[in-house]
């Protein structure tokens, strides 16, 4: 689980090989991990069998279809958590679709409000039974022009349209607001991809002992690099990938050496300060610049 807000990695667990995915139990437990690695003040409230009213900061829980599940959104429930989870296409969500009536579907939006092109949603909830869902529960679909490469199923062969839903218990009126939110999830792929970077690609031990000692560094050092760019790097580095980052940063050509002792004059008394740790970096690295301009912001954030 990544905090998409940070993009920081919270939480990860190793599963054998032949694990579903839709196991509620699992899908449980990587959630407490990731509260339990936020700050206190964000975990408020959130513990199963919390007063909603003591949630001090809402929290919102995006997952594809697997995560669709009952054990899963009522545990999300229970601890007090906004969903936006992906709900499979199944024969009663076909059924509610032929039922919705065309001037029922409204165009969808993007993240700057600007509309999406050959795209609409629509809200299913009372074409859909819902009844064994939590009490609130919301079924929202988009349907889309397909893409020339797009796989389709029958039904969207046939309607012309590729499909997706999701459930959400939010109860804002804007549906296309709420579909345009889910669809941010899709950044959870561009996260494990940069985990990868961070040492993930490949399991380098027998045991599941040690290889998830290898994951949690993993994920340490997927931490650094979101804080690094959230409170040193600037411009593209700020949104820079892993493997641009080593090139460009990590891998920069410098050398450490130390100063001398100094008399610095404080008042009326002279003071004799100890030694100093200077970097110098290559200056016709092209990103130096940058890099010394990190520095002065970690600085600056702690002082």
């Not at 579907?105 to 993007?110: G, I, N, T």
């Not at 804007?174 to 993930?200: F, P, S, Y």
């Not at 997927?222 to 600037?234: F, I, N, R, V």
Request: proline content about 5%.
């Amino acid at each position: 689980m990544w905090c998409d807000t940070t993009s920081e990695p919270l939480a990860a667990m190793l599963r054998p090989g032949n694990a579903g995915a839709n196991d509620a139990e699992d899908h449980l437990e990587l959630l407490d991990q990731a509260l339990a690695a936020l700050p206190a003040g964000y975990q408020a409230g959130h513990e199963p069998g919390d007063d909603p009213g003591a949630v001090v900061h809402p929290i919102l829980v995006r997952a594809d279809s697997a995560g669709a599940t009952h054990g899963f959104i009522n545990g999300l429930v229970e601890a007090n958590c906004e969903f936006s989870i992906g709900y499979p296409i199944d024969k009663r969500v076909r059924e509610g679709l032929l039922l919705a009536q065309e001037e029922d579907w409204v165009p969808a939006v993007e993240a700057d409000k600007r509309r999406r092109q050959g795209a609409w949603v629509i809200e299913l909830s009372a074409l859909v039974d819902l009844s064994s869902w939590p009490e609130g529960t919301r079924l929202v679909c988009r349907r889309e022009r397909p893409h020339p490469d797009a796989q389709l199923s029958l039904f969207d062969t046939g309607e012309g349209f590729r499909h997706t839903c999701f459930i959400t218990n939010s109860t804002s009126a804007d549906i296309c607001a709420l579909e345009c939110r889910h669809r941010g999830h899709a950044r959870v792929e561009d996260r494990v991809r940069n985990w990868k970077d961070c040492g993930l690609s490949n399991l380098p031990f027998e045991d599941v002992v040690r290889n998830m000692a290898w994951v949690q560094v993993s994920l340490r050092a997927g931490a650094l690099l979101a804080w690094a760019q959230m409170t040193a790097l600037s411009r593209t580095l700020a949104k820079a990938e892993p493997k641009a980052l080593r090139h460009r940063i990590l891998h920069v050509a410098a050398l450490l050496v130390r100063r001398g002792r100094r008399l610095v004059l404080r008042g009326r008394r002279l003071v004799l300060r100890g030694r100093r740790l200077v970097l110098r970096l290559d200056k016709r690295w092209p990103w130096s610049r940058e890099l010394a301009e990190a520095f002065v912001r970690v600085r600056a954030a702690f002082p």
